[in-house]
């Protein structure tokens, strides 16, 4: 039974005008939206069918008009028609699934549908009560507002943002991120990575080795998470950003409507593609899912088998997924890793991932004055560069980055290296570390727009994870990280390392550096309460952790470099 017969009217009118009477689509939809008999739905779009199906839209049978939505909703029993057709004009459908206000709904699309995630549909829904009772929510839809990335030629990004191929790929890297949500204060660590997920590491001359970088973006509600991930779909073609609560592992894959028989595609199916051509996928709330497991052989083996009644079919799901989340107590705990998952986010799990990277809340005044600030600028229209972020993130694709002599055994003692730091802080490190770690130094040296890696780029690399693990494992890092501390850090730079930390002198190490920063403070009366009280503040024990901090945050703006084993030099002394 059909609960809102004006809504099947609706749809009957639309498809009388357009099917029987030729008139032009969009014309009618402009019409029938002035005259609220369509609306406009913000909807998440979960699955379609492979291809498009063929019906016939709208018939005459015995001097009387049938349409489809009649046939499909079961008002007329179609076997039971026995008069000649006299007209049948035909139409391409597409056929899925899509949530709106947390509803499932089953569709019909007589517009083409590209993309998967958050649109914006014109149609009318119908409401079938069934024979138990329920209510079946139909969606008819008539036109989709499909998301276009502008197109800008890589030359003009190029001579604006002043990238260079090979050029200094801290100096690139800043450029990009400053292009991309920039109201959002103090995250570059999760911009950057979100950033490596949709350039990927490919292509590789094995076509099995996984060139998507997978990652989860962990913090509390309010740290920026959802809009980072939808500032990304907004800068990409084939982006799709899923609520964990509306939809499911299956359904994010392939599942068999047992309505439609027929097995529907999800987005990380729909947006398979090539190391040029793939897409993202986004799970907002990823603490929500119930069978995380069933995503694995999506995540690394990128090949997924679906057996639904009659059918069978091998799904390839080339795509980057990023999981965004809060930790299990909505706070980060440092004390026990596997604390802050759900409990059916194991080990095995969890490896499939190529990064996990934790955000903190704005912390200190500075960070706040630039929160601030940040927001009112959003307010009078700052946003992403999405054109420009797309160009880059296009040809970045396309570079192939060689290692370069001797890099091979130096990416072996960094691995080392790193081993020992996961180890360090109880962070569990297995081989498909080693492999993630490999795909993201050519991720990397792809989304700064290198074509050569060598031993300086690794460093820039393991510097960057080095600080991940950092801010994971030490929630005092984590919350300097999100904050500036850019008087400090001059402060060190130009009370010591100017002076002390040259080519020169053979630069400086951080017990040195410590030794100096911390000298400089009990020379000035008041100054060692002034220090004992900044690091109480921060909550950290040591002089040395947050000078390490400094130097990380002076390195990666360019202003020092290294000058030899665990030696760092002011730029200007080159």
Known sequence: ???????????????????????????????????????????????????????????????????????????IDDKKLKDTVTIANLADIDIGKLVLNNVLYRYVSFTPINVVGRITVIGVEINLQTKKGFVEPIMFIFNVEQRTVPLVEIDYVFKSLDLTVDGEPRRNLKAILGIYA?????????????????????????????????????????????????????????????DATASTETTMIAAYDTSLKEITLGPLALLDGDAYEFGVVVINEAQNLKEPDKLRPALEEQVVSVHKGAQHIDVRTRTSVI??????????????????????????????????IVVYPPHGEEEITEVSRAIRERHRGLKTDYGALWAIIRYARTLNPTEQSGVEKYIDDKIVELYNKYKEREIPFLPRTIEALLRM??????????????????????????????????????????????????FLLEKVMKMDCTKETGGCDLASLSRKFEELFNQTPG?????????????????????????????????????????????NSR
């Not at 994870?465 to 950092?470: G, K, L, R, S, V």
Request: proline fraction near 3%.
């Open 323 to 356: 999981l965004l989340m809060n930790p299990t107590m909505n706070t980060w705990d440092v004390s026990n890793f596997m604390s802050n998952f759900p409990k059916k986010f194991d080990v095995p799990f969890l490896s499939r991932f190529d990064y996990i």
């Open 527 to 571: 100054g060692e309460e002034q220090l004992q009280k900044l690091l109480d503040r921060k909550g950290l024990a040591s002089v040395n952790t947050y000078v390490e901090f400094l130097i990380h945050n002076l390195y990666n703006e360019g202003f020092i470099y290294k000058c030899g084993i665990d030696k760092y030099c002011v730029v």
């Open 182 to 242: 920039p109201h959002i204060v103090g995250q570059d660590h999760a911009k950057t990575a979100m950033l490596i997920s949709s350039v990927g590491s490919g292509p590789y001359d094995n076509e099995d080795v996984r060139y998507t970088i997978n990652g989860i973006v962990i913090g509390e509600a309010s740290t920026g998470k959802t809009q980072l991930g939808n500032e990304l779909c907004r800068s990409l073609p084939r982006c799709a950003l899923i």
């Open 441 to 490: 130094t050519r991720a990397f040296a792809k989304l700064t727009l290198q074509t050569k890696i060598t031993p300086e780029f690794v460093d820039f690399v393991v510097d960057n994870i080095i600080d991940w693990i950092n801010i994971m494992s030490n929630p005092a890092l984590g919350m300097i990280a999100v904050g500036s501390d850019k008087k400090n850090a001059m």
């Open 1 to 75: 039974m059909i609960i809102n017969a004006d809504a099947l009217s609706a749809v009957n009118e639309y498809l009388e005008r357009v099917f029987l009477n030729n008139e032009q689509s969009d014309v009618v939809i402009k019409d029938m939206l002035q005259q609220n008999k369509l609306g406009k739905y913000e909807i998440i779009l979960l699955t379609k069918v492979p291809y498009q199906k063929r019906v016939v839209a709208v018939k005459q049978v015995g001097g009387n008009t049938i349409t489809f939505a009649e046939i499909f909703t079961g008002l």
